[in-house]
């Protein structure tokens, strides 16, 4: 297992982020992963649990661990593990480092009687937390591992509804050249539907143990996360369904050959080629996959069954179900691209609500997509002969977005970036109001819930079609303590009828203008000029305003960064923005790149449900959910 090593004001800022805005909203547990963090183990890593997790932040609640990631009684005790899971040490050894081994601990000393009464308070707050002394909470009938022994509920009801609407939502329109999309409605039109992920899976959607192949249309990824489908509606189905109701016609090619594939294309209307990429979980290998992808090419000879589809016939609609970014050599030829993701068992039906225009995509990008894979400043450690691989997060702040406007680079797809059927004005920005009460931040009290900065826009809907728009806001810092030039803030999502406007409000606590201090431990809110970006995507800047801070402030003066290294590719942008400067951010227009962005350069290949990036990998937020940031 690899060591995770970042430096601590990474750890704060980017991969503790998460889980500070997780406490807030009143998570009950966090889980820790298998891998060491800065040298020890994250179950056992007193430095990231007890002093940065529970006293930093102020959680309250238990740390699990994710299963067998446990590696020792006594320093994960100390480092505040409060369960292991599920129990033994490895699958069913019998023994566990708690058990028999913590009450020796105890026994003996290493562990003292009140270590274990707050393991046991923390687990129990949790459970009255979320209410589950209630009387009238369901009983629970689930036995692991015997899972033949336990009951099995049907609670379905009507969630097949929200599952498609969800999958609808999330299906990001990239191109849309000459409105290609939404489809016809017209009687006669001939649609060629392209590729085998737009097929059912052979033998059934769970054919295969936890997901692990690629075979017809791909809904979610593969590993010991995943869940048996209930149904799986693959796009074919639903497109002949759609067809036949429309009275239109649909051909088909499933098998990813080339020639049949420019047979069917050849004379119809419009083509929809599906393709795809898949991951998951190391401990199965697909496709020669062990878990993380071995590059960001489609799988499935993709590129080639687009470009000779393209050949044959000028209007293709390429759908992309895949886990993350993929290379898009074949971008110019095409002239619609639709990025829908892992949509899971409604995948057919959402497709179909986008594709004719029942629902209108306003999906956005949470990931850059790079136009070259040279274009990214990381990659995945694939084989090692050490022990323990060293996997040093060398890029600090500048992950994803951050570093591709550090480092000049013009994306194909910006990070935040989703067409849609209609068009959105972003008008009327409001001088910031602040009121900074503190230039030292407390976050885990939630900085007292008061509000340091807000402003306000107005979203229009300028175009021919309801739809919805997720406005963004980014903040760009004093150049003195050297952060991004862009950091994500905030975004509201509105919908709004044809000629609609609509009022949304931004409003930042204390952390959201600080930095973390490393030589303090403490979270500063700087002094000097702040810029505020709003806009449809990292950078599609649509309005900017700007406050300087001289009160209540730290005069905070870094050593300079020192400049960003050449690009090794030809995507480098010279309009790109270079520095944290409102030099830069005051002279942004409402120009749109067509680009996008990722959430992490140091993952942009690691799509493993073991990742190796975060610092205590996944929350478990069993939470009421009242005040979600």
């Known amino acids: 297992l690899q060591t995770t090593n970042m430096d601590d004001r990474t750890l704060h800022e980017v991969y503790g982020w998460p889980f500070l805005r997780a406490v807030q909203a009143g998570a009950a547990s966090v889980m820790c992963s298998y891998n060491q963090l800065n040298g020890?183990?994250?179950?056992?890593?007193?430095?990231?649990?007890?002093?940065?997790?529970?006293?930093?932040?102020?959680?309250?609640?238990?740390m699990m661990s994710d299963w067998w990631a446990t590696m020792s009684t006594v320093p994960s005790v100390k480092g505040g593990l409060d369960m292991t899971m599920p129990g033994d040490i490895t699958i069913q050894s019998g023994n566990s480092y708690f058990g028999q081994n913590l009450t020796s601990a105890i026994n003996r000393g290493s562990v003292n009687g009140s270590e274990l009464s707050t393991m046991?308070?923390?687990?129990?707050?949790?459970?009255?937390?979320?209410?589950?002394?209630?009387?009238?909470?369901?009983?629970?009938?689930?036995?692991?591992?015997?899972?033949?022994?336990?009951?099995?509920?049907?609670?379905?009801?009507?969630?097949?509804?929200?599952?498609?609407?969800?999958?609808?939502?999330?299906?990001v329109l990239l191109k849309n050249t000459n409105s290609i999309l939404p489809l016809s409605s017209r009687p006669g039109l001939r649609v060629a539907v392209i590729g085998s992920d737009a097929a059912p899976t052979p033998g059934g959607p769970n054919v295969c143990e936890d997901r692990g192949c690629n075979r017809g249309t791909l809904a979610v990824g593969w590993g010991s996360g995943t869940a048996n489908f209930p149904y799986l509606k693959a796009p074919i189905e639903d497109l002949n369904s759609r067809a036949r109701f429309l009275n239109q016609t649909i051909s088909s090619s499933l098998s990813d050959d080339v020639i049949s594939a420019t047979r069917a294309a050849l004379d119809a209307d419009v083509v929809l080629v599906f393709v795809n990429a898949n991951s998951g979980e190391v401990y199965l290998t697909v496709e020669g996959n062990m878990g993380d992808r071995n590059d960001l090419n489609l799988w499935h000879n993709g590129n080639a069954l687009i470009d000779a589809v393209a050949n044959v016939n000028p209007n293709v609609v390429v759908v992309i179900h895949t886990v993350g970014p993929v290379l898009m050599p074949w971008l110019n030829s095409v002239r619609g691209v639709v990025y829908a993701g892992l949509p899971g068992q409604e995948s057919g039906n959402s497709l179909v609500d986008v594709l004719y225009g029942q629902v209108n995509p306003g999906g956005k990008l949470v990931q850059t997509i790079a136009a070259s894979a040279n274009d990214y400043n990381a990659a995945v450690l694939y084989r090692s002969s050490a022990p323990h691989p060293v996997i040093e997060y060398s890029e600090g702040l500048f992950i994803d977005y951050r570093s591709f406007d550090y480092r000049n680079i013009q994306p194909l797809f910006e990070f935040g970036f989703g067409l849609s059927y209609t068009t959105f004005t972003y008008l009327n920005i409001t001088s910031p109001s602040v009121s900074i009460s503190s230039s030292v931040i407390t976050p885990r009290l939630g900085d007292d819930g008061l509000v340091f900065v807000s402003l306000s826009c107005v979203i229009a809907n300028s175009g021919g079609v309801m739809g919805s728009e997720v406005a963004q806001l980014y903040l760009a810092y004093p150049p003195s303590v050297n952060e991004p030039p862009s950091v994500l803030r905030g975004f509201e999502k509105v919908m709004l009828n044809i000629g609609e406007k609509k009022t949304i409000t931004f409003n930042l606590y204390g952390a959201d203008i600080s930095v973390w201090d490393t030589a303090t431990q403490s979270w500063l809110v700087p002094c000097g000029?702040?810029?505020?970006?709003?806009?449809?995507?990292?950078?599609?800047?649509?309005?900017?305003?700007?406050?300087?801070?001289?009160?209540?402030?730290?005069?905070?003066?870094?050593?300079?960064?020192?400049?960003?290294?050449?690009?090794?590719?030809?995507?480098?942008?010279?309009?790109?923005?270079?520095g944290a400067t409102f030099a830069t951010v005051a002279t942004a227009t409402s120009s749109s790149t067509g680009g996008n962005v990722p959430s992490s350069a140091s993952s942009i290949y690691h799509d493993s449900t073991v990742t190796y990036y975060v610092i205590l990998v996944a929350a478990i937020i069993m939470m009421v959910v009242s005040s979600l940031l």
């Open 529 to 578: 000029l702040f810029g505020f970006k709003i806009g449809a995507s990292s950078r599609d800047i649509r309005l900017t305003t700007q406050f300087n801070v001289t009160t209540n402030c730290s005069s905070l003066n870094y050593p300079p960064l020192p400049p960003p290294p050449p690009s090794t590719s030809s995507s480098s942008a010279a309009s790109a923005t270079t």
């Open 40 to 62: 020890t183990y994250a179950c056992e890593n007193d430095r990231a649990t007890n002093q940065v997790l529970r006293k930093q932040f102020g959680f309250r609640g238990f």
């Open 120 to 171: 046991c308070e923390r687990i129990m707050s949790g459970y009255y937390l979320l209410g589950l002394d209630d009387p009238s909470f369901p009983n629970v009938t689930i036995n692991f591992p015997n899972q033949s022994q336990g009951g099995h509920v049907n609670v379905q009801q009507n969630h097949n509804v929200t599952a498609r609407k969800i999958a609808a939502d999330s299906i």
